[in-house]
């Protein structure tokens, strides 16, 4: 695989791929993708070797994509958004000029010129019923986090997650059974970790680079086993555009009903 920085500098270079040069100020909330053109050859994606708020992309983080009838659970509120709401956050993310992409495009330079990232947590039967057709209608793509013994019931079957690694949708870990990593011992974190990735791979064929951390809980021992299990990227539940220097601390922005797409992709 050409490594990433390479096809970047390619693509700056020979004026395909358009960048703006990121504010460092932290609280910049300029959503397109920036590069740092004068990287030399970076083929593990060296974290040191990036300047950060020089990579930057809005990654969105989805549970639930369902109508909720119980007006009382607010917890289920926060993390459903509407079908209905979803068509149209799709219509205005592409209004708002940017293009859909997975962890995969990423890694291998297929950039667009304003990017954006789709997450979905945990894998849940909705996401094929109810995100997955209009993903495929207005040719989106996404990431979907699977919890890996979890694949029944209320969850993507096997061959749901075939069918979805198929047409687009790349399949990412959300561990075998989500539990708080910081909580477990070093062994099980382990095995959470490592065994789930080889179980997605055996039923995509294909290799899974991306990871979350559920309930957005880790720590510095715990990211340095997720990218020694060969992942390439993890996502976190802090909230703010994702600064590809810290590939494995990824912020997203937690997408509700009442989000308002436009301000946060100003």
Do not use: W
């Not at 209004?95 to 859909?100: I, P």
């Not at 894998?123 to 990431?143: I, M, R, S, V, W």
């Not at 080889?198 to 309930?215: D, H, K, M, Q, W």
């Not at 990227?233 to 997408?255: M, N, Q």
Request: net charge negative.
């Amino acid at each position: 695989m050409v490594p990433i920085a390479v096809l970047l500098l390619i693509l700056f270079r020979t004026n395909q791929f358009k960048a703006t040069v990121a504010n460092s100020d932290a609280k910049n909330t300029n959503t397109n993708l920036v590069v740092d053109n004068e990287q030399g050859d970076n083929s593990n994606f060296d974290q040191s070797s990036i300047d950060t708020a020089k990579l930057q992309i809005p990654i969105f983080m989805y549970h639930y994509i369902r109508d909720l009838a119980d007006q009382n659970d607010t917890i289920g509120q926060g993390l459903s958004v509407s079908p209905s709401i979803l068509a149209g956050q799709l219509d205005q993310i592409k209004e708002l000029g940017y293009t859909t992409i997975n962890f995969s495009d990423l890694e291998k330079g297929n950039l667009p010129e304003k990017p954006i990232i789709l997450t979905f947590d945990d894998g849940y039967q909705d996401f094929f019923d109810n995100a997955f057709p209009q993903l495929k209608k207005t040719n989106n793509t996404a990431t979907v986090f699977v919890i890996a013994k979890r694949l029944n019931d209320e969850y993507v079957t096997k061959e749901e997650i075939k069918s979805l690694s198929s047409q687009r949708i790349e399949i990412g870990s959300h561990t075998l059974n989500h539990p708080d990593l910081t909580k477990i011992s070093a062994e099980r974190m382990l095995s959470e970790i490592s065994e789930s990735k080889t179980i997605l791979e055996n039923i995509t064929g294909e290799p899974v680079i991306s990871f979350c951390y559920p309930a957005g809980k880790y720590s510095e021992p715990i990211s340095l086993e997720v990218k020694n299990a060969g992942y390439h990227f993890a996502v976190t539940t802090k909230p703010g555009i994702a600064d590809l220097a810290d590939s494995f601390e990824l912020k997203r922005y937690r997408i509700t009903n009442e989000s308002n797409l436009g301000r946060i992709l100003k």
